[in-house]
């Protein structure tokens, strides 16, 4: 069993809709998560980075850790063509930055 | 912004060849990071380095070779180019040796073996 585990997809969904992307993992351990955004062809860039527990809040991006779950969310309100991407969940363990653990990826196609 | 930047975009080479991949990074970064990326498979840690001149084997260190003389360079070696060395490869960086700060990645260079 792989530690992240990700839908891979893909999701289409109609402009302007709220897309919820998510991954569970199993180390308890993982404290830091984090969301990358990548686009064909491209390298990933990073969209949110959240410690521990909670919300936090950035423009249409929400990324959620239920810690109790050991589950993480990135939800996209009033989606765009151009949030047409892979995005994928990374985590990692307090003080080991230098190894992440990647999900697999989501591919997410937002029509016009 | 953080910026890394990997030399080539595209690249193909022959079996055989050795392979030099560069990146550099313009934010003091102590860490460095390649990877490979295949469909299927994800992103796997080939090399880092925490330091100048220091190296760590990662997941699939094998066939690979990495190089770091100044902290902002880091550079990737395919020793021998072999077909199944065919891939996305991508560099990292981040800040702190101990820290708790995400990577960056630069664009990646996709690279052909033939």
């Known amino acids: 069993q792989k530690e992240v585990e990700q839908d891979p997809g893909p999701l289409s969904v109609p402009e302007g809709a709220i897309v919820s992307l998510n991954c569970t993992y199993s180390?308890?351990?993982?404290?830091?998560f984090m969301w990358y955004r990548q686009y064909s062809r491209k390298g990933p860039e990073l969209l949110m980075y959240?410690?521990?527990?909670g919300n936090k809040e950035d423009g249409r991006f929400t990324a959620q850790v239920d810690k109790s779950s050991k589950y993480i969310s990135l939800f996209i309100r009033d989606s765009q063509p151009s949030d047409s991407a892979t995005y994928l969940c990374?985590?990692?363990?307090?003080?080991?930055?230098?190894?992440?653990?990647f999900g697999s990826g989501t591919q997410l196609t937002v029509l016009p | 912004d953080v910026k890394v930047t990997q030399s080539s975009r595209y690249l193909v080479k022959r079996t055989g060849e050795k392979v030099f991949l560069e990146c550099v990074q313009d934010?003091?970064?102590?860490?460095m990071f390649w990877y490979r990326q295949d469909p299927g498979l994800g992103l796997r840690l080939i090399y880092f380095?925490?330091?100048?001149?220091?190296?760590e084997k990662g997941d699939i260190p094998e066939g690979y070779s990495v190089s770091r003389e100044k902290k902002e360079r880091f550079s990737l070696i395919l020793e021998s180019a072999s077909t199944n060395q065919t891939s996305m490869y991508l560099c990292?960086?981040?800040?702190?040796?101990?820290?708790?700060?995400?990577?960056?990645f630069g664009d990646g260079t996709r690279l052909s073996i033939l």
């Open positions: 180390n308890s351990a993982f404290q830091y």
């Open positions: 990374a985590m990692f363990r307090a003080g080991s930055a230098r190894q992440l653990t």
């Open positions: 380095s925490y330091d100048v001149k220091m190296k």
């Open positions: 934010m003091d970064h102590e860490n």
């Open positions: 990292a960086s981040s800040l702190g040796p101990r820290g708790n700060q995400p990577q960056h």
């Open positions: 959240t410690y521990s527990g």
